[in-house]
């Protein structure tokens, strides 16, 4: 089987103990799990079918980690690490706020593009956050952080509906459900979205 390199500055392994152990697993056991998550809720995925869809035993699975919840910790934090990557930069180039939440918005819809089971894998865990560990959501906030700075700015800024951060951060989710949904985007496209978001958001 041959498996697809996912290109990220910090690859699966960063995550792991490599020591004495098999890249390659690392590679399957990961892919089995992102392959699966389309067609599993993580709650009720198992180690048993995690290693069948790898191709591997099931003890070949706890060689790399101890439990369920290390593996999708590792996962998520993996897959935060590729969403995320990138973001300090749309930031520091971006001091105009609208310019930034237009960045950021299409930052994401590339990626989640790009990265389909990753960004469904990344959704599955916002949605059932008791699957991984608190390291691993700790871990994820300090990768977003860009982002929560630009939502305490929103909240801040009189030119915007005054609501809490969770109400922006639904806003600003919706064109990824929608690249997510469609596919594919075209920058016309994803500028007329953006454009509403931020009517949305704002004060009339």
Known sequence: MELKTIDSDRPFGYHCCMKNKDKNKLQMILHAVLSLTSTNDLV???ISKIAAAAGISKSTVYVYFKDKEELLSKTYMYVKDLMDEG????EAKHSDLDER???FIRHFVQRYQRYPKEAKFM??????PSVVSEEAHQYAE???APIYRAFEE??????FV???AYVYATFFSLPMKMAE???TMTDSELDSIICMVLNAMKRR
Not at 87 to 90: C, D, F
Not at 123 to 128: D, G, I, K, S
Not at 154 to 159: D, H, R, S
């Open 44 to 46: 009720n995925l198992s």
């Open 87 to 90: 973001i300090a930069e749309v």
């Open 101 to 103: 939440i237009g960045a």
């Open 123 to 128: 959704e599955a865990v916002q949605t059932n």
């Open 142 to 144: 300090t990768t977003a």
């Open 154 to 159: 929103i909240v801040g800024n009189p030119e």
């Open 162 to 164: 005054q609501a809490p």
């Open 181 to 183: 949904i469609n596919g």
